[in-house]
């Protein structure tokens, strides 16, 4: 309960539309029931607007709430949930934003080998000042809302000699303010996963996929190839982890657009010294459609950019009641026209819990940026929050 509770203390803002709770058993059953929770942060922030000149210091209150429902029936598997984040801002409202998610899975049990995925959701989000793709000189944050629909089709168990999964995904995102309608985009992802059993707890993966992204109001339809392949491993309790390394092509449909194309990494660690110690380290290496628009800089459209991005997260347990944690974080953008961002970050964070079902958390978090774009800010931020959180499970 301890390490659950204070892993959702760790998580960062831009979690939401992932639930923070796991209400399994060891042996991974699935256990019916409600499970509320939330969280109050009340935080410090000396760089609200994310800019090298107009540094605007905010205190501000924060509030995400939680509610997951899970229920069983036979071996079917069904989950409803709520997630929310709040947040208003003592120097400026523009800031304050309300982020919703509502989403509804099931995992159907059709036979011995056979299990059927479905999931839809629904979200409401901004985008940060300062992200990776963005340039935003607004008075307040992007704003947009998905909607999702996806199935699953899963043939085999990883302990036979292989597992075969067929993904189909649809996204539509709509961007609801600043004028950023061309970027509403209609996505459709279909995936195959291969598992081989190599023996030892060790399966060759491999992962083609396809999106065709359409823009309604623009003309930046494309397309976006994938081939990864790699390996997983779960030797011990103490190491697991997923490597897969190939190659990604996006392709737009209007020649006016360069395509792009280069090295795809998806690759996830974890390691466990102790029982109360986890280090995980991360890779990923991928191409996006940026929100930049004219680059003044080389004088053409900034359309894509490749992301190269490492984290590395640890979580120790001080006492039964106390944990530390501590991350940092690298991301190297570079774009169509030339530009290239740098960003950083790290954080140290400290939870400890009062009773079973609250704990109190300080964390220290630190970002920056480092870009070549002349219009572009560069741009140091610092912030410092304390939150309490609560768990009714």
């Known amino acids: 309960m301890a390490s659950v509770l204070l892993a959702s203390v760790a998580a960062q803002a831009a979690t939401i539309g992932t639930y923070s709770v796991n209400p399994t058993t060891d042996d991974g059953l699935a256990i019916p029931g409600f499970y509320p929770n939330a969280r109050v942060d009340l935080l410090y922030d000396d760089n609200l607007l994310r800019s090298e000149t107009d540094t605007l210091e905010s205190v501000a209150l924060r509030l995400a709430p939680e509610a997951l429902w899970v229920q069983t029936r036979g071996k079917h598997l069904y989950r409803v949930g709520y997630q929310g984040e709040y947040a208003w801002y003592e120097a400026s409202s523009n800031e304050d934003y309300y982020d919703h998610f509502l989403g509804a899975d099931a995992t159907l049990d059709l036979g011995p080998k056979v299990d059927l995925n479905l999931l839809a959701s629904y979200r409401l989000d901004h985008e940060p000042r300062g992200g990776a793709g963005t340039i935003n000189l607004d008075p307040e944050p992007n704003r947009w809302d998905e909607w999702i629909a996806a199935a699953t089709l899963v043939y085999g168990r990883r302990i036979a000699k292989a597992q075969i999964s067929g993904a189909v995904e649809y996204r539509n995102r709509d961007y609801t ?179 079973r079902t609250i704990a109190l958390s300080a964390r220290y978090e630190f970002s920056t940026r480092d870009t070549t774009e002349p219009t572009v800010s560069d741009f140091d931020d610092n912030r410092i929050v304390f939150g309490l959180q609560t768990s009714f499970e």
């Open 177 to 355: 303010n600043n004028a950023q309608f061309p970027r509403d985009h209609d996505d459709l992802e279909s995936t195959l996963t291969v598992y081989y059993n190599l023996g030892a707890k060790t399966h060759l993966v491999l992962e083609p996929s396809l999106v065709d992204m359409r823009y309604p109001h623009s003309d930046r339809d494309n397309q976006v190839a994938r081939f990864l392949a790699g390996l997983t491993w779960s030797f011990t309790a103490k190491t697991m982890g997923e490597v897969k390394l190939g190659w990604v092509d996006k392709d737009y449909d209007q020649p006016v657009y360069p395509d792009n194309s280069g090295l795809g990494i998806d690759a996830s660690v974890t390691w466990r010294p102790k029982s109360y110690s986890t280090v995980t380290v991360a890779a990923s290496r991928d191409i996006y459609d940026s929100n930049a628009g004219f680059d003044t800089q080389a004088g053409a459209l900034t359309t894509s950019f490749e992301a190269m991005q490492f984290t590395a997260d640890w979580v120790h347990g001080l006492t039964r009641l106390t944990e530390l944690q501590a991350g940092a974080r690298y991301e190297k953008d570079d774009y169509d026209t030339g530009r290239n961002d740098t960003l950083w970050g790290a954080y140290l964070g400290l939870s400890h819990e009062l009773m």
